[in-house]
């Protein structure tokens, strides 16, 4: 018996689900409104409109996964009414201005964005317990460089131990610094200087687990209720409190986004080279430097402008040590 021959006739085809035919146009959603994430949970969204409204929302399937991060403005449809129970569709997300980014270590190249559109970085560390960590300070600080963004370092229990010295170098860079504790008989002061600051602008609290983020968001939102944790004695780390990053209004206008205890905060994305920009002064040096330049090597411009001003002699050395400081940060994981 001879092998039959097969031809297209013994193509299987599966039958169609629909008869409705199906067409590219896709809907223009020109009723859809503007509002601002606050969370992002599980598959749910929750957004604030101009008008106050609070709304929970999904992603639509086109937008694909982790598409929407607390501080986007997205675009609206469906019950965008806030009633208990409904559920609206986020369909656009609107340009960022910027975002604050992280890989999971210098050697990964997938980009997690964590925040967007921020006007300030709230760095905060404690001066001891746990011991403020130079490396992460500064990888926060090459981020809020690169992406235009305020940096502030807060430096909380103050009151256990003076502020260490390398943090006040970094006021070189001009990057403010404030100092509070818990325990002060001028904490109200405290707060209400750091809600001055914080007035009108998007702001984000970044840290290692422990460090006191929680228990300034409760001073600063009290009715945020967020959870506190202790420094664990023997690892000299905090307990993770924060599981997801919220924005939460303040009294006078603008945001705070709260974000959980960061140990890991890789830089394999970002072209540092970006950060020098940031100073206009210094930035306008390194372009008579040789191509390539690493700005440390002994051939680099802002050597001899350094020296070439003996009465600003000493501030342009701080200046350049701490941005050079920035450049070479090192490869970590939990440093």
């Given at each position: ?120 970085l709230l760095i905060v560390v404690a001066s001891a317990n746990p011991e403020p960590r130079r490396g992460l300070i500064d990888r926060f600080l090459v981020s809020a460089f690169h992406e235009s963004i305020k940096p502030i370092i807060v430096v909380t229990k103050v009151d256990v131990s003076p502020v260490p010295d390398f943090i006040k170098e970094y006021a070189a ?163």
């Amino acid at each position: 018996m001879s092998p039959r021959e097969y031809d297209e006739s013994d193509a299987r085809i599966r039958p169609s689900r629909t008869t409705r035919r199906r067409t590219k146009d896709r809907p223009s959603h020109s009723d859809s409104i503007t509002a601002f994430v606050t969370t992002v949970d599980r598959g749910r969204t929750t957004c604030v409109t101009d008008d106050g409204v609070v709304i929970t929302a999904m992603k639509a399937r086109e937008l694909g996964p982790k598409s929407v991060v607390v501080g986007d403005l997205v675009e609206i449809v469906g019950d965008v009414t806030g009633t208990e129970g409904t559920l609206a569709r986020i369909v656009t997300v609107n340009e960022r201005t910027n975002s604050l980014s992280r890989t999971v270590d210098d050697a990964a190249r997938v980009e997690r964005t964590i925040v967007a559109n921020i006007d300030q970085l709230l760095i905060v560390v404690a001066s001891a317990n746990p011991e403020p960590r130079r490396g992460l300070i500064d990888r926060f600080l090459v981020s809020a460089f690169h992406e235009s963004i305020k940096p502030i370092i807060v430096v909380t229990k103050v009151d256990v131990s003076p502020v260490p010295d390398f943090i006040k170098e970094y006021a070189a860079l001009g990057v403010d610094i404030i100092t509070t504790s818990s325990k002060s008989e001028d904490r109200a002061k405290d707060v209400a200087g750091i809600l001055e600051i914080l007035d009108e602008k998007i702001s984000v609290l970044v840290g290692h687990s422990g460090v006191g983020k929680s228990t300034l968001i409760n001073d600063l939102v009290p009715e945020a209720d967020r959870m506190t944790g202790d420094v664990n004695d023997v690892t000299g780390r905090g307990r993770h409190t924060s599981s997801s990053a919220i924005a939460l209004p303040l009294v006078n206008g603008g945001w705070i986004i709260d974000t959980p205890g960061i140990r890991a905060f890789g830089l394999a994305h970002l072209n540092k080279e970006r950060i020098i920009e940031s100073f206009p002064d210094i930035y306008q040096v390194t372009q008579t430097c040789m191509p390539n330049c690493s700005h440390h090597e002994a051939s680099c411009a802002l050597n001899p402008w350094i020296d070439s001003d003996a009465a600003l002699h000493d501030e342009r050395l701080i200046r350049v040590t701490s941005l050079r400081s920035l450049l070479e940060v090192k490869p970590l994981t939990d440093e």
